[in-house]
């Protein structure tokens, strides 16, 4: 027996619901794959706890889109039954892991981000949107500080975290810019109040970032060449062998229920 | 990022053990009073407390891998969640858990040292490899639910930072025992790949669950001393017989075989079980267990490959400090 991918009727409120489920998703995940495995005990807890928020987002924003699309479909079919084309999430989020600067800095860039974005989500004239936003906004607010206190650390700290965190910030500036990116269909959202313009978030996400990555004496890249193809499908190679390990046992047992 | 600022002031004094000290802190763990940490403390109970509380720590953070082996493959977000939680929370009952035995003079850092050494040892059950998501829930039903019969006795404990951590931490442990055997019964009530799942887990953690409980009674090298001092209230026989009994009846409700044919009850209704394989056990804590090598080699690494944060997080802390020095001299 083949599991096949579900069929999603992608309007444009399902689809924006779906990038940003997929962000909390992808990034939950990765937060998750740290388990066990942090610098410390206290750190072990904070990671967790920043991926339980993001699991928390992702479950809500793909109950609402399945709401929404009334197709049959729900949260762990969104998760489990999507291949790497139809998953619609920045390709920052879904970078690895790599060493504890390369996941801080990863964070904070997001962070940085999700905390803007969810607070001016609050306003949005869909009601469940500006929930999940109000839950959403002190979730990224915390992870906001945690990560930005430790880019401040890593920054000032060692020669050899300054150099780790540096070279972080080089390897993944170019994944930011997709963060402001938006088409015409969310453009849409946007005019009917649903959404808000991620684009108008720009340039007080670079003043944080700024202002954070100057206190840690660290510099911000010269090159301003941006990656983008996640949100249409897109995405690195990384996010396969993700998908391959977050999907297994839905793969392996077609239909089980767990 | 470890306490250092311990109380060794009076250390030497606190090494001699008068007679007429030892006699009173016997009268007051008779009387069932709470031993706190400045009080005085004959040598041997602060020792033999700060062995057993560490190993309880350290049990709970490498209990973190087998489990946290499942968190990137749980097979609903919902299970997801809610093992990274449950993870979670065996973290934070390994912080209070470092914290209390650090109210016995011995760093968190000294601990860590010894069990990352292989000098201290940790619960054997953890050096058995999760295979399968029905491990899962086993780990939760059986494992969880054989450290709460443990566990439940040391809230009494006569050390008090110890018995209020396991206050908390039982608490805890109740709600993932309940947890898995959700996990159980689900796998149970499902196809038959996955009843056969859950019966193969079964299979596989039943007698070294039965071995958590420690050597037989006739075997024990610590009952004697922690009976009297009131660290441990009932024999690893007694608690082992305990954790059968509760269990059996749970088995037959999941519809799941205990792998013991020769299983009967008695007249009191007692499950009286098969002898156990303690060569086994044996071999798992000299280190032979299926995971053993893994589960260090586990810890080494993120403590290996973490050292340059703590010393960045301590360098900073130190340059933050000499500013604000600074700052308040001008």
Known sequence: MTVANIQISETPLVLYLLR?????????????????????????????????DLLGQARELYSYAAKIEANGNDEDKFAYLREVGQYRNLLLVEQPNGDFARTMVRQFFYAAFADLYWRAMMRSRDASLAAIAAKSEKESAYHLRHSSEWIVRLGDGTAESHARAQGAIDDLWAFTGEMFWLDDRERALVDAGIAIDAASLRAPWLKTITNV???ATLTLPTNNWMQQGGRSGQHSEHLGHLLSELQSMQRTFPGATW | MYTQALNTSDAEDRQIEDAARAGLFQARIDAEERIEPNDWMPAAYRKTLTRQISQHAHSEIVGMLPEGNWITRAPSLRRKAALLAKVQDECGHGLYLYAAAETLGTSREELVDLMLAGKAKYSSIFNYPTQTWADIGAIGWLVDGAAIMNQIPLCRCSYGPYARAMIRVCKEESFHQRQGFEIMLTLCRGSDEQKAMAQDALDRWWWPVLMMFGPPDNASQHGDTSAKWKIKRFSNDELRQKFVDATVPQAQFLGLTIPDPDMTQDEAGHWVYSPIDWEEFNQVLAGNGPCNRDRLAARRKAHDEGAWVREAAAAYAAKRSRRDVAQAAE
């Open chain 1, 213 to 215: 990555v100057s206190e």
């Open chain 1, 20 to 52: 940003r489920a997929d962000d909390a998703l992808i990034l939950g995940h990765r937060l998750s794959e740290w388990c066990g495995h942090a610098p410390m005990l206290e750190e072990d807890m904070a990671l967790a706890n920043m991926g339980l």
